[in-house]
Protein backbone atom coordinates (compact mmCIF):
# COMPACT_ATOMS: atom_id res chain seq x y z
CA UNK A 1 0.00 0.00 0.00
CA UNK A 2 1.61 3.72 -1.19
CA UNK A 3 1.68 6.04 1.99
CA UNK A 4 -1.25 8.10 2.04
CA UNK A 5 -0.57 10.35 4.87
CA UNK A 6 1.88 12.60 3.24
CA UNK A 7 0.38 16.07 4.39
CA UNK A 8 -1.99 14.90 6.56
CA UNK A 9 -2.81 14.84 10.39
CA UNK A 10 -2.80 12.21 12.40
CA UNK A 11 -5.61 13.03 14.87
CA UNK A 12 -7.94 10.13 15.93
CA UNK A 13 -7.14 6.49 14.71
CA UNK A 14 -11.25 5.99 13.34
CA UNK A 15 -10.48 8.58 10.66
CA UNK A 16 -8.27 5.35 9.02
CA UNK A 17 -9.29 2.83 7.49
CA UNK A 18 -7.78 -0.57 8.75
CA UNK A 19 -5.43 -0.82 5.59
CA UNK A 20 -4.05 2.75 6.05
CA UNK A 21 -3.80 1.79 9.92
CA UNK A 22 -1.68 -1.41 9.28
CA UNK A 23 0.53 0.52 6.42
CA UNK A 24 1.52 2.68 10.00
CA UNK A 25 2.36 -0.25 11.78
CA UNK A 26 3.83 -1.62 9.11
CA UNK A 27 6.18 1.15 8.42
CA UNK A 28 6.88 0.86 12.23
CA UNK A 29 8.09 -2.60 12.08
CA UNK A 30 10.23 -1.86 8.92
CA UNK A 31 11.74 1.51 10.87
CA UNK A 32 12.46 -0.46 13.99
CA UNK A 33 13.96 -3.36 11.96
CA UNK A 34 16.45 -0.57 10.48
CA UNK A 35 17.35 1.27 13.96
CA UNK A 36 18.40 -2.49 14.85
CA UNK A 37 20.53 -2.98 12.17
CA UNK A 38 22.38 0.15 12.71
CA UNK A 39 20.97 1.82 9.51
CA UNK A 40 21.38 5.44 8.78
CA UNK A 41 17.48 6.69 9.15
CA UNK A 42 18.26 10.42 8.72
CA UNK A 43 16.42 10.80 5.82
CA UNK A 44 14.82 14.17 6.53
CA UNK A 45 17.71 16.82 7.49
CA UNK A 46 16.40 20.10 6.74
CA UNK A 47 13.00 19.69 8.76
CA UNK A 48 11.90 20.11 11.98
CA UNK A 49 8.79 19.68 14.05
CA UNK A 50 7.24 21.40 16.77
CA UNK A 51 6.26 19.66 20.00
CA UNK A 52 3.22 21.63 22.32
CA UNK A 53 2.57 19.63 25.38
CA UNK A 54 -0.29 21.05 27.59
CA UNK A 55 -0.28 17.50 29.67
CA UNK A 56 2.30 16.16 31.29
CA UNK A 57 4.18 13.43 29.33
CA UNK A 58 7.49 10.62 29.65
CA UNK A 59 6.62 7.85 27.01
CA UNK A 60 5.30 10.41 24.29
CA UNK A 61 7.55 12.93 24.65
CA UNK A 62 10.83 10.74 24.54
CA UNK A 63 9.33 8.44 21.94
CA UNK A 64 8.81 12.12 19.81
CA UNK A 65 12.22 13.47 20.46
CA UNK A 66 14.22 10.15 19.82
CA UNK A 67 12.26 9.63 16.86
CA UNK A 68 12.75 13.41 15.76
CA UNK A 69 16.58 12.57 16.03
CA UNK A 70 16.75 9.58 14.53
CA UNK A 71 14.98 10.74 11.47
CA UNK A 72 17.39 13.60 11.29
CA UNK A 73 14.45 16.32 12.47
CA UNK A 74 14.89 19.28 13.97
CA UNK A 75 12.90 19.22 17.38
CA UNK A 76 11.58 21.75 19.71
CA UNK A 77 9.67 21.05 23.02
CA UNK A 78 7.84 24.50 23.60
CA UNK A 79 8.16 25.69 27.07
CA UNK A 80 8.18 29.25 28.33
CA UNK A 81 6.20 30.53 25.49
CA UNK A 82 3.47 33.15 25.03
CA UNK A 83 0.92 30.05 23.51
CA UNK A 84 -2.40 30.72 24.29
CA UNK A 85 -1.33 33.06 27.12
CA UNK A 86 0.30 36.25 25.82
CA UNK A 87 -0.54 34.96 22.42
CA UNK A 88 -3.94 33.53 20.89
CA UNK A 89 -3.30 30.15 19.84
CA UNK A 90 -4.60 30.96 16.11
CA UNK A 91 -1.53 33.41 15.93
CA UNK A 92 0.88 30.87 17.49
CA UNK A 93 0.23 28.19 15.43
CA UNK A 94 0.51 30.42 12.15
CA UNK A 95 3.83 30.86 13.20
CA UNK A 96 4.71 27.37 13.48
CA UNK A 97 3.19 26.49 10.20
CA UNK A 98 6.10 29.30 8.92
CA UNK A 99 8.68 27.94 11.18
CA UNK A 100 7.88 23.78 11.48
CA UNK A 101 7.07 21.12 8.75
CA UNK A 102 4.98 19.39 11.47
CA UNK A 103 3.25 20.09 14.45
CA UNK A 104 2.91 17.73 17.42
CA UNK A 105 -0.30 18.74 19.83
CA UNK A 106 -0.29 16.94 23.23
CA UNK A 107 -3.72 18.68 25.72
CA UNK A 108 -5.80 17.67 28.09
CA UNK A 109 -8.85 18.66 26.23
CA UNK A 110 -11.79 17.45 24.05
CA UNK A 111 -10.76 16.07 20.54
CA UNK A 112 -12.16 19.19 19.00
CA UNK A 113 -9.30 21.71 20.05
CA UNK A 114 -6.83 19.38 18.47
CA UNK A 115 -9.21 19.30 15.50
CA UNK A 116 -9.26 23.32 15.45
CA UNK A 117 -6.00 23.68 15.64
CA UNK A 118 -4.78 21.16 12.36
CA UNK A 119 -7.74 23.70 10.58
CA UNK A 120 -5.47 26.67 11.15
CA UNK A 121 -2.03 25.13 10.31
CA UNK A 122 -0.28 24.72 7.10
CA UNK A 123 1.92 21.59 7.99
CA UNK A 124 0.32 18.25 9.23
CA UNK A 125 -0.47 17.97 12.90
CA UNK A 126 0.08 14.96 15.05
CA UNK A 127 -2.08 14.09 18.17
CA UNK A 128 0.11 13.10 20.89
CA UNK A 129 -2.87 12.28 22.91
CA UNK A 130 -5.77 14.49 23.67
CA UNK A 131 -9.03 13.05 26.07
CA UNK A 132 -10.58 12.15 22.48
CA UNK A 133 -7.88 9.47 21.73
CA UNK A 134 -4.20 8.22 21.76
CA UNK A 135 -3.41 7.21 18.53
CA UNK A 136 -0.03 6.99 18.70
CA UNK A 137 -0.16 4.48 21.67
CA UNK A 138 -2.70 2.35 20.05
CA UNK A 139 -0.21 1.87 16.87
CA UNK A 140 2.35 0.99 19.92
CA UNK A 141 -0.13 -1.32 21.14
CA UNK A 142 -1.23 -2.86 17.51
CA UNK A 143 2.79 -3.28 16.74
CA UNK A 144 3.55 -4.91 19.86
CA UNK A 145 0.55 -7.52 19.65
CA UNK A 146 1.52 -8.24 15.57
CA UNK A 147 4.91 -8.77 16.95
CA UNK A 148 4.10 -11.33 19.47
CA UNK A 149 1.62 -12.93 17.85
CA UNK A 150 2.95 -13.47 14.13
CA UNK A 151 3.06 -10.35 11.77
CA UNK A 152 0.14 -8.49 10.01
CA UNK A 153 -3.05 -9.96 10.13
CA UNK A 154 -2.32 -11.77 13.52
CA UNK A 155 -4.58 -10.07 15.43
CA UNK A 156 -7.42 -11.04 13.74
CA UNK A 157 -10.10 -13.13 15.36
CA UNK A 158 -8.06 -12.41 18.63
CA UNK A 159 -10.07 -11.44 21.73
CA UNK A 160 -9.18 -8.54 23.67
CA UNK A 161 -10.98 -7.36 27.11
CA UNK A 162 -10.33 -4.28 29.08
CA UNK A 163 -10.90 -4.91 32.35
CA UNK A 164 -11.58 -2.62 35.03
CA UNK A 165 -12.74 1.41 34.59
CA UNK A 166 -14.62 1.44 31.44
CA UNK A 167 -15.41 4.94 31.34
CA UNK A 168 -12.85 6.23 28.80
CA UNK A 169 -9.68 4.50 27.48
CA UNK A 170 -11.73 1.85 27.14
CA UNK A 171 -12.92 3.97 23.92
CA UNK A 172 -9.54 4.28 22.32
CA UNK A 173 -9.04 0.01 22.34
CA UNK A 174 -13.03 -0.98 20.77
CA UNK A 175 -11.49 1.66 17.72
CA UNK A 176 -8.25 -0.93 17.81
CA UNK A 177 -9.86 -3.95 18.06
CA UNK A 178 -13.01 -2.43 15.68
CA UNK A 179 -9.79 -1.63 12.71
CA UNK A 180 -7.86 -4.97 14.14
CA UNK A 181 -10.87 -7.86 13.54
CA UNK A 182 -10.18 -8.44 17.27
CA UNK A 183 -13.72 -9.33 19.55
CA UNK A 184 -13.64 -6.88 22.00
CA UNK A 185 -15.08 -6.99 25.77
CA UNK A 186 -14.88 -4.64 27.92
CA UNK A 187 -15.42 -5.84 32.04
CA UNK A 188 -16.18 -3.90 34.54
CA UNK A 189 -18.86 -2.85 37.60
CA UNK A 190 -22.09 -2.68 36.82
CA UNK A 191 -22.15 0.75 37.37
CA UNK A 192 -23.15 3.55 35.25
CA UNK A 193 -20.15 5.52 36.36
CA UNK A 194 -17.64 2.87 34.83
CA UNK A 195 -19.16 2.67 31.37
CA UNK A 196 -19.17 4.60 28.52
CA UNK A 197 -21.26 7.41 27.74
CA UNK A 198 -23.94 6.91 24.95
CA UNK A 199 -21.81 8.77 22.47
CA UNK A 200 -18.55 6.87 23.12
CA UNK A 201 -20.36 3.94 23.05
CA UNK A 202 -22.28 4.60 19.26
CA UNK A 203 -18.72 5.37 18.22
CA UNK A 204 -17.02 1.96 18.55
CA UNK A 205 -20.58 0.47 17.49
CA UNK A 206 -20.57 1.79 14.48
CA UNK A 207 -16.59 0.85 13.49
CA UNK A 208 -17.65 -2.37 14.43
CA UNK A 209 -20.53 -2.24 12.08
CA UNK A 210 -18.10 -0.64 9.28
CA UNK A 211 -15.23 -2.47 9.49
CA UNK A 212 -15.21 -5.67 11.89
CA UNK A 213 -19.20 -6.84 11.43
CA UNK A 214 -18.69 -10.55 12.63
CA UNK A 215 -16.60 -9.89 15.42
CA UNK A 216 -18.05 -9.57 18.85
CA UNK A 217 -18.23 -6.29 21.16
CA UNK A 218 -19.58 -7.05 24.48
CA UNK A 219 -20.05 -5.02 27.43
CA UNK A 220 -20.39 -6.70 30.53
CA UNK A 221 -20.21 -6.74 34.52
CA UNK A 222 -19.31 -11.11 34.05
CA UNK A 223 -15.91 -12.21 34.94
CA UNK A 224 -16.80 -15.86 33.29
CA UNK A 225 -16.74 -13.68 30.12
CA UNK A 226 -12.80 -13.35 30.33
CA UNK A 227 -12.57 -17.15 29.35
CA UNK A 228 -10.29 -17.49 26.51
CA UNK A 229 -8.94 -13.57 26.11
CA UNK A 230 -5.89 -13.55 24.26
CA UNK A 231 -4.69 -10.32 25.61
CA UNK A 232 -5.93 -7.96 28.52
CA UNK A 233 -5.51 -4.62 29.54
CA UNK A 234 -6.43 -1.94 31.78
CA UNK A 235 -6.12 1.57 32.78
CA UNK A 236 -6.77 3.88 36.09
CA UNK A 237 -9.86 4.80 38.41
CA UNK A 238 -9.68 8.48 38.80
CA UNK A 239 -12.30 8.96 35.31
CA UNK A 240 -16.23 8.63 34.94
CA UNK A 241 -18.70 8.55 32.66
CA UNK A 242 -19.04 12.49 31.81
CA UNK A 243 -22.94 11.44 31.82
CA UNK A 244 -23.40 10.86 35.18
CA UNK A 245 -23.79 13.83 37.55
CA UNK A 246 -20.78 12.35 40.25
CA UNK A 247 -18.65 15.25 40.05
CA UNK A 248 -15.65 13.82 42.07
CA UNK A 249 -13.73 12.52 39.07
CA UNK A 250 -14.07 15.46 36.57
CA UNK A 251 -11.32 18.49 35.87
CA UNK A 252 -7.49 19.00 35.26
CA UNK A 253 -6.32 15.14 35.02
CA UNK A 254 -2.78 15.93 36.54
CA UNK A 255 -5.09 17.22 39.55
CA UNK A 256 -6.90 14.28 39.70
CA UNK A 257 -4.11 11.87 39.96
CA UNK A 258 -3.29 13.75 43.17
CA UNK A 259 -6.56 13.54 44.37
CA UNK A 260 -7.11 10.57 47.17
CA UNK A 261 -10.94 11.02 46.11
CA UNK A 262 -10.74 10.36 43.00
CA UNK A 263 -8.13 7.57 43.30
CA UNK A 264 -9.82 5.48 46.09
CA UNK A 265 -13.45 6.51 46.65
CA UNK A 266 -15.46 3.97 44.81
CA UNK A 267 -12.34 1.34 45.54
CA UNK A 268 -14.74 -0.73 47.06
CA UNK A 269 -16.21 -0.95 43.59
CA UNK A 270 -13.51 -1.41 41.18
CA UNK A 271 -10.74 -3.22 43.80
CA UNK A 272 -12.82 -6.79 42.54
CA UNK A 273 -11.45 -6.08 38.49
CA UNK A 274 -8.49 -5.49 39.46
CA UNK A 275 -5.95 -7.09 36.46
CA UNK A 276 -4.22 -9.88 38.90
CA UNK A 277 -2.43 -13.24 38.54
CA UNK A 278 -5.69 -14.63 40.47
CA UNK A 279 -8.22 -13.50 37.75
CA UNK A 280 -5.53 -14.31 34.90
CA UNK A 281 -5.71 -18.16 36.31
CA UNK A 282 -9.59 -18.06 37.63
CA UNK A 283 -11.41 -16.34 34.89
CA UNK A 284 -9.33 -15.92 31.70
CA UNK A 285 -7.56 -19.47 32.18
CA UNK A 286 -4.97 -18.53 29.06
CA UNK A 287 -1.48 -19.21 30.06
CA UNK A 288 -0.57 -17.50 27.04
CA UNK A 289 -2.17 -14.32 27.70
CA UNK A 290 -0.92 -11.18 26.96
CA UNK A 291 -1.22 -8.52 29.50
CA UNK A 292 -0.57 -4.40 28.86
CA UNK A 293 -0.03 -1.24 30.26
CA UNK A 294 0.24 1.91 28.45
CA UNK A 295 1.87 3.23 31.72
CA UNK A 296 2.25 4.98 34.02
CA UNK A 297 0.65 2.01 36.33
CA UNK A 298 0.54 2.19 39.76
CA UNK A 299 1.09 -1.25 40.27
CA UNK A 300 3.44 -0.46 43.49
CA UNK A 301 3.85 2.26 46.30
CA UNK A 302 7.65 3.25 45.60
CA UNK A 303 6.40 6.57 44.41
CA UNK A 304 5.77 9.63 45.97
CA UNK A 305 2.70 9.60 44.84
CA UNK A 306 1.66 6.87 46.46
CA UNK A 307 3.90 7.69 49.50
CA UNK A 308 1.89 10.81 49.97
CA UNK A 309 -2.08 8.56 49.73
CA UNK A 310 -0.43 6.41 52.28
CA UNK A 311 -0.01 9.00 54.54
CA UNK A 312 -3.72 9.28 54.64
CA UNK A 313 -4.83 6.32 53.89
CA UNK A 314 -8.42 5.64 55.13
CA UNK A 315 -8.73 1.78 55.22
CA UNK A 316 -7.08 -0.68 55.08
CA UNK A 317 -8.31 -1.92 51.27
CA UNK A 318 -6.68 1.67 50.40
CA UNK A 319 -3.77 1.03 51.83
CA UNK A 320 -3.42 -2.53 50.46
CA UNK A 321 -3.94 -1.26 46.72
CA UNK A 322 -1.32 1.68 47.34
CA UNK A 323 1.24 -0.97 47.59
CA UNK A 324 0.21 -3.69 46.00
CA UNK A 325 -1.15 -2.02 42.76
CA UNK A 326 -4.75 -0.42 41.98
CA UNK A 327 -5.92 -1.36 38.16
CA UNK A 328 -3.21 -3.94 37.80
CA UNK A 329 -1.35 -5.87 41.01
CA UNK A 330 2.49 -5.63 41.54
CA UNK A 331 2.96 -9.33 40.96
CA UNK A 332 0.79 -9.23 38.06
CA UNK A 333 2.48 -6.61 36.71
CA UNK A 334 6.45 -7.72 37.32
CA UNK A 335 4.98 -11.75 35.11
CA UNK A 336 4.11 -9.36 32.27
CA UNK A 337 6.60 -6.72 32.45
CA UNK A 338 8.08 -8.15 28.91
CA UNK A 339 4.92 -7.35 27.14
CA UNK A 340 4.23 -3.72 29.38
CA UNK A 341 8.13 -2.38 28.47
CA UNK A 342 7.95 -3.89 24.93
CA UNK A 343 4.87 -1.89 24.86
CA UNK A 344 6.19 1.22 25.81
CA UNK A 345 9.32 1.19 23.66
CA UNK A 346 7.15 0.58 20.23
CA UNK A 347 6.11 4.13 21.05
CA UNK A 348 9.26 5.25 19.28
CA UNK A 349 9.13 3.17 15.98
CA UNK A 350 4.98 4.04 15.65
CA UNK A 351 5.94 7.64 16.29
CA UNK A 352 8.75 7.69 13.98
CA UNK A 353 6.51 6.28 11.27
CA UNK A 354 3.93 8.81 11.94
CA UNK A 355 6.63 11.48 11.67
CA UNK A 356 7.58 9.80 8.55
CA UNK A 357 4.70 9.09 6.82
CA UNK A 358 3.34 12.63 7.28
CA UNK A 359 6.53 14.02 6.01
CA UNK A 360 6.67 11.80 2.95
CA UNK A 361 8.66 8.98 3.22
Known amino acids: MLNNFVGKDIINISDMTPDQFQYLVDLAAQLKAEKKTGSDQRRWLNKSIIAQFEWESTRTRCAFETAAHDLGLGFTYLSNSHFGVKETVKDSIRVFSAMYDAIVIRSQREEAYVREIAELADVPVINACCEGDHPTQMLADALTMQELWGGPSSCKGKKLAFVGNCATTAMWYGRLCALLGMDYYMVGPDDERYRLCEAYEDQ ?56 YDAQFGHSDILTPYRVTSD ?68 RQPTIEACLAAVLGI
Not at 207 to 224: A, C, G, Q, R
Not at 238 to 251: A, F, K, L, R
Not at 287 to 301: D, E, R, S
Open 204 to 259: VKKLYEKWSPNNKYVITSDFDALEGMDCVTTEGWIYQNPDCNDMSTTGNWSNLERS
Open 279 to 346: LLKNHVKNPNCLVMHMLPAYHNGDMTLMQDFLKEARNDRDRMLMTEGICISDECFEKHASEIFRQAGN
